[in-house]
C-alpha cells in the first residue's frame, strides 16, 4: 500500500487521460472495421447479382405465367370461402351505459380484511 501513497494528481490524470484516448481510438478503429465489412457484403451481393441477371430474364416469362395462375387459385379460394359463412355486418356497436355504482371501480374491495383478535 505503500507504494499507492505517494501517486499524485499528474499521474492520475495521466492515467485518466491514456485511458480515455485508448477507449476512443478503440472506438474509431472499430468504426472502420464495420464500413469495411459493409463495404465487401455489398460488394458481393452486386457481383452476384450481375451474375444472375442474365438468368432472370429467361426465367422471367415463366415466371410472370406461374404469378398469373398462383392469383387466380387465390382468387377462386376467395370466392369458396366466403359463400361458406354467412354475410355479416361487421359493424361493432358499443352502448354506454352509466352507472353510479360498480364493483369493479369501488376501491373498498381491493382492501385486505385485518384479522380478528382472540
Known sequence: MDKFA???WPEMLLMAGVGFL???TVLVLLIFVMKGM???FTRQKKAAKVATKGAAAADEHEAITNQEIAAAIITALKLYKSNLHDQESEMITIHRIARAYSPWSSKIHGLTQLPERK
Open 38 to 40: 459493409g463495404w465487401v
Open 6 to 8: 505517494n501517486v499524485g
Open 22 to 24: 485508448m477507449v476512443f
